[in-house]
């Protein structure tokens, strides 16, 4: 699992610009087809050969008289509990404050390496802006520019020396792995009980019962699973925003040891747009999913009641059209085991692979069924394409102009790809790359 690096600070002394500095690219990234935008509050860095989940966070207000309120003590704790490493970010303009000197206290209670950052120093005339925060009691302090990268390069070489190693799954190439993720509440330990057969997961109605992932493992006939129950993704409204951006730490976590993502829905409540910001990490790191929806047996139903459910959730989950969706009941266990045969199928076409000469006999009935339209004035030629990962499937195509490429035609080669060789259940990524000096890719 990557280590996790948290950038807080009071509001507006740049945690999202020195965000934005580190990922090298804009926080908020919009995809180039409906139904996608996302805006992100945490990304994957790679720095000098290591890997990390930065989580960029709301300010921290401070209440009358520098008083840092309940939720904020919250926050601040929440950040202690789950960051390996917390950059602490001041703002050098404005100088040290009474919140900041609050802050500081709270995080230095706890155990884990932090870095004091002072911002908005630009250039040598700002250096002196750096002294005040002296005052912290602290002997290092990293004068950055968020906005130019100034300083911001040293930092990171000395956050890295902190962090601890990411730690390695146990190579089992025959377990599959499988992040049981949704709200609180909505049934994820009692359905890893039910796959059990077994109460090793403690049940509660109590939101926010399990904190941390937890694995199990379980064999059901031949084929061994570890089911890693996830603390529930907090809804908004019961917490601030602010703690909402932590709560998704650990969904990060599991999901990214995942090879399938369950993604539980609460049949009784509908679809949320909690769940869709729960399927959307599932589907930014292109994992295999099913929407599972608990507690169907809860729910009024007559004729048409599931095939109106499930348009729902496609109607709001546009960006996952290939995920199943199957009803069951935790409680009762309907359906529970063909949950897990799900799992099987979704997870043999993620790890699917086609042949080159398929594939690029594929391409060609494509240009000639319905040819790209022209770019600039230009014709857009498609040359070549080949499969270059699994889990997901991902393919590049070699074409003349990559920018050319409207979403919607790559949609209609995804649908084809996905017709031809039984890809309807799992996330497919295309690539076009250009030749020569269009040789950049688009994705």
Partial sequence: MKPVVAIVGRPNVGKSTLFNRIARKRKAIVADE???TRDRNYTDV????????????????????????EHIVQQIQLA??????????????????PGDMEVAKKLREGTKPLLHVVNKIDGQRQEGDIYAFYELGVETLYP???????GV???????????PQSSKEEDDEDLL??????????????????????????????????????????????????????AG?????????????????QALRSIDRSDVALILIDGEEGITEQDARVAGLAHDKGKASILVVNKWDLVEKDTHTAAKYEEDIRDNLKFMPY?????????????????????????????????????????????????????????????????????????????????????????????????????????????????????????
């Fill in 177 to 230: 792995k499988i992040a049981v993720l949704g709200r609180p509440n909505v049934g994820k330990s009692s359905l890893v009980n039910k796959v059990l057969r077994d109460e090793r997961v403690i049940v509660s109605d109590k939101p926010g019962t399990t904190r941390d992932a937890i694995d199990t493992r379980v064999e059901i006939g031949e084929r061994k699973y570890l089911l890693i129950d996830t």
């Fill in 153 to 163: 390069g040293d930092l990171l070489d000395d956050a890295i020396n902190l962090l």
């Fill in 144 to 150: 950055i520019s968020a906005e130019h990268g100034r």
């Fill in 80 to 97: 202690i509990e789950e960051a390996d490493l917390i950059i602490f970010l001041t703002d050098g303009r404005e100088g040290l404050t």
């Fill in 323 to 443: 995920a199943p969706v199957i009803f069951v009941s935790a409680l009762t266990g309907q359906r529970i085991l063909k949950v897990m045969d799900l799992v099987d199928g979704v997870a043999e076409q993620h790890r699917g692979r086609v042949a080159t000469p398929d594939l690029n006999k594929l391409l060609e009935k494509i240009v000639i069924s319905h040819s790209p339209p022209f770019y600039r004035n230009k014709e857009l030629k498609l040359y070549y394409i080949a499969q270059v990962s699994t889990r997901p499937p991902t393919f590049v195509i070699f074409v003349n102009y990559p920018k050319g490429i409207h979403f919607s035609y790559k949609r209609y080669i995804i649908n084809r790809i996905r017709e031809s060789f039984e890809f309807d259940k799992t996330p497919i990524r295309i690539i076009f790359r250009g030749k020569g000096k269009n040789a950049r890719g688009k994705k």
């Fill in 46 to 69: 790679h720095w000098d050969g290591v890997d990390f989940l930065l989580i960029d966070t709301g300010g921290f207000e401070t209440g009358i008289k520098s008083e840092v309120d």
């Fill in 233 to 249: 993704i907090r809804r908004k409204g019961k917490i601030s925003r602010q703690l909402e951006k932590y709560s998704i730490v």
């Fill in 34 to 36: 409906p139904g996608t």
